[in-house]
């Protein structure tokens, strides 16, 4: 008997990968997200790339970055399907052996995770056995279809004269098999977008968040001044939406985390170990602060940065009740989902007040922010300070331990530099000649900015307008009024902190500490 045609034997292959990967998201919708294979894989694979791969991602792909390693994970996965399915022979199941070492080492990346449960990897056994199931069927299928010259050889023995039907059932038979792997196909990933579906509505804090009641404030922000943003010109809003808030972190598929469920362990360096419920931080005061969030993957000119309002408890009245150690310098905060970020223990204990935030811009933390806890450090890049999601800070030193992100090459520590941006005019934008206004943002978080200075061309430095400064922990809103000539031009902005310290003209990229530079814009006056 012939083998199955090289196109049948590789759709064999993706539609029995299909099986099991859709039977694996299936069941895993009833053991919880710790048992989703995909998230899995790709959270593995997240933390097995180099510190400067991973960069690029987030330079290339800015916020869609994870949406970038999905469709990447599900292509090579096609790939190795398909490679398994040319493989596969009734006689030597090699594809079947391919298929059980992605489903061991999908097996392997589910219990790497934090918080994995030995069951959780139920589902994708069970999904890798029906995946080597429908393989083997769809091969031994094929194993007994004529081929048409077998159909034509005993055409030729019975003289010309044989049975008329021989064709008929091999293509038949053909027609048969290749219709059961479109079915196959179909059936899976029919089975993995209910195992979605099914998954987000079980596991869901969606529902929860909504009904969630935000704590009166005991001390609330003060009131952002009506002359915070310069007139005459569109800059970015000084609060930023929630839905515009970027988002840059390691989560493949966001931590759904019930606050009846949620705990914040404060151990290592203290007195005493101690546990937080959400009933045990009512006692405390409740704050509001504006803070400016910034990425230290920003670069120059970049637009990871955003600014809001958040309502939570300090960190150092949670700590004071621990007793920090004197000798302790870091705080090495945890997520649920096993990230970490190691803090200057003086950032989360002086006057800036840090936060364990609890809403934003007055509603319970989005999803995709932190809900229902996460950290918001005045001063600091994100890296070392706001871990979302915060279930765990442990009280240790900077020579002792090191965080997801020091460990690939960053730095220890991560204060927020002095920057500033142009917004209008836009990069090779063209604007009419005449009186035009242009403006942007500047930041120097926990110093705050005393001025900004705009040149255009190769001209002077000018003294650009300021809104208002709201606090040293938020960015400040410039604008700059300017008779513009027909011709290219070129903007370029600095900011000076109230350190007296001048933004850096020296270009260096984000790593290890933060971009530095002059954001340069050229456009043309028509």
């Not at 330079?59 to 398994?84: C, N």
Request: proline share 6%; glycine share 10%.
């Amino acid at each position: 008997m012939a083998e199955t045609a090289p196109a049948m034997r590789t759709l064999s292959g993706v539609a029995a990968a299909a099986v099991a990967v859709g039977l694996t998201q299936l069941v895993a919708a009833l053991f919880g997200r710790g048992a989703d294979a995909l998230n899995a894989v790709g959270s593995a694979v997240i933390d097995a790339t180099p510190g400067a791969v991973k960069e690029w991602a987030i330079q290339t792909f800015g916020t869609a970055d994870k949406m970038f390693l999905s469709v990447a994970v599900l292509a090579v996965m096609v790939i190795i399907a398909a490679a398994a399915g040319r493989l596969e022979s009734h006689r030597r199941p090699v594809g079947s052996v391919v298929f059980v070492a992605a489903g061991a080492a999908g097996c392997a990346a589910i219990l790497s995770r934090a918080g994995a449960r030995p069951v959780d990897i139920i589902p994708t056994v069970i999904g890798t056995l029906c995946g080597v199931a429908a393989l083997r069927l769809l091969v031994a299928r094929g194993k007994h279809r004529p081929t048409g010259s077998a159909a034509m050889s005993a055409c030729a023995k019975s003289g010309g004269h044989g049975p008329a039907s021989q064709p008929d059932t091999a293509t038949d038979m053909g027609r048969r098999q290749w219709l059961m792997a479109f079915g196959l196909l179909c059936a899976g990933l029919l089975a993995g977008v209910v195992g979605g579906i099914l998954t987000r509505r079980l596991h869901s804090v969606t529902g929860e968040r909504r009904t969630f009641a935000v704590p009166p404030v005991n001390r609330p922000a003060p009131p952002v001044p009506p002359d915070i943003a310069p007139k005459g010109v569109a800059l970015p809003s000084f609060i930023t939406a929630n839905d515009k808030f970027y988002r840059i972190d390691t989560a493949l598929l966001v931590p759904q985390v019930s606050r009846n469920d949620w705990r914040l362990k404060i151990h290592g360096m203290v007195d005493r170990e101690v546990t937080y419920t959400f009933d045990d931080l009512q006692p405390f005061e409740v704050i509001e602060k504006v803070v400016t969030l910034t990425c230290v993957s920003n670069p120059v000119g970049g637009d990871l940065i955003s600014n809001a309002k958040w309502t939570g408890y300090r960190v150092r009245d949670l700590l004071a009740r621990a007793g920090v150690h004197r000798d302790a310098d870091m705080v090495l905060s945890t997520s649920v989902d096993g990230f970490t970020a190691g803090t200057p223990v003086e950032a989360l204990t002086d006057g800036r007040d840090a936060l364990v935030a609890i809403t934003m811009n007055g509603e319970p933390l989005p999803v995709d922010h932190g809900y229902p806890a996460r950290l918001v450090v005045p001063g600091l890049y994100g890296y070392v300070s706001a871990t979302k999601w915060v279930t765990d800070l442990e009280l240790t030193r900077f020579d002792r331990a090191q965080a997801y992100w020091t460990k690939l090459g960053w730095s220890a520590r991560g204060p927020i530099k002095t920057e500033s941006r142009i917004d209008v005019p836009r990069s090779d934008q063209q604007i009419a000649a005449g009186p035009v206004t242009f403006g942007g943002v500047a930041w120097a978080q926990n110093r705050g900015v005393r001025a900004v200075e705009v040149r255009v061309d190769d001209g002077p430095w000018r003294p650009a307008d300021l809104g208002a400064s709201y606090s040293n922990d938020t960015w400040r809103l410039w604008s700059y009024r300017w008779t513009a000539t027909p011709g290219s031009h070129s903007i370029t902005v600095r900011a000076t902190d109230n350190t007296g310290a001048v933004q850096t003209g020296d270009e260096a990229g984000v790593m290890p500490d933060g971009a530095t530079g002059w954001h340069t814009v050229a456009f043309t006056a028509a």
